[in-house]
């Protein structure tokens, strides 16, 4: 889900578990004033919805199932499927496109094969993608689930899912950027159950991050169910 105070969107996934094709994806816009549901957008054949992010008035929809960014143009209706891909994304190195997320100051960061990568956009254009040059952390430890971006800070928070691991080994990593393609990174918390989405909150100048632990480990039958699922407050 994402908002800009004015909308809400939402990602309606159809994915099948036992490892066939996905079924109809869909996203969802809601009026925040009234909570009604206010316009509805069929993604192409296959998609797995993972982020979306706000644009200058459009949507970009990340696809986990293919490296992709959909574009969708709320004014018009029209989807594009084809809006941004890249050789340089492998998928034969951990490939599935992670989190993705815009920066408000003209670009997109996004994970896949343990790096993350930078999109700049202008007028709904996509850019030459370059990779973030990240010191502080090994390769195994740049793999992105969960994004969230701190503007004034130039700062990304990520969640690192552990779903394949029995142990509880989510871990919640920063990014601090000098400029746009350069951080440094850092452990914020680790032992966390199935980590996945996260969001960052400034609340009376007290830091916090919700951690979504989501349970799917349960889900795939590597481990027990604990709660159905469990929100971690990390006070920064």
Same mark, same amino acid.
């Given at each position: 889900m994402t908002s800009d105070g004015t909308v809400l969107l939402s990602i309606l996934n159809?994915?099948?578990?036992?490892?066939?094709?996905?079924?109809?994806?869909?996203?969802? @816009?809601?009026?925040?004033?009234?909570?009604?549901?206010?316009?509805?957008?069929?993604?192409?054949a296959n998609t797995i919805g993972h982020t979306v992010s706000i644009v200058d008035g459009k949507y970009y929809v990340s696809d986990f199932a293919n490296p992709r960014i959909i574009e969708v143009n709320p004014s018009t209706g029209i989807v594009n499927g084809s809006w941004f891909t890249s050789s340089k994304w492998d998928s034969s190195i951990d490939g599935n496109l992670g989190g993705v997320i815009y920066d408000n100051d003209g670009g997109f960061y996004a994970y896949l094969g343990f790096k993350i990568w930078y999109i700049p956009i202008n007028n709904g254009q996509a850019g030459t993608m370059e990779e973030v040059n990240i010191t502080g952390l090994s390769g195994d430890q740049i793999n992105v689930d969960g994004i969230t971006w701190v503007e004034s800070q130039k700062t990304l928070y990520y969640a690192?899912?552990?779903?394949?691991?029995?142990?509880?080994?989510?871990?919640?990593?920063?990014?601090?950027?000098?400029?746009?393609l350069t951080a440094t990174g850092?452990?914020?918390?680790?032992?966390?159950?199935?980590?996945?989405?996260?969001?960052y909150l400034n609340k009376n100048d007290s830091e916090y991050l919700?951690?979504?632990?989501? @349970?799917?480990?349960?889900?795939?039958?590597?481990?027990?169910f604990d709660p159905p699922f469990n929100i971690e407050i990390i006070k920064l």
């Open positions: 159809n994915a099948d578990f036992t490892g066939g094709a996905p079924g109809a994806s869909k996203l969802v @816009q809601y009026s925040i004033s009234t909570g009604e549901k206010t316009g509805e957008w069929s993604l192409p690192s899912n552990d779903t394949g691991n029995p142990d509880n080994v989510g871990t919640v990593y920063k990014l601090a950027f000098s400029n746009t850092s452990v914020v918390a680790t032992g966390l159950d199935d980590t996945s989405g996260i969001w919700f951690v979504c632990e989501s @349970q799917f480990g349960g889900l795939f039958g590597i481990n027990s």
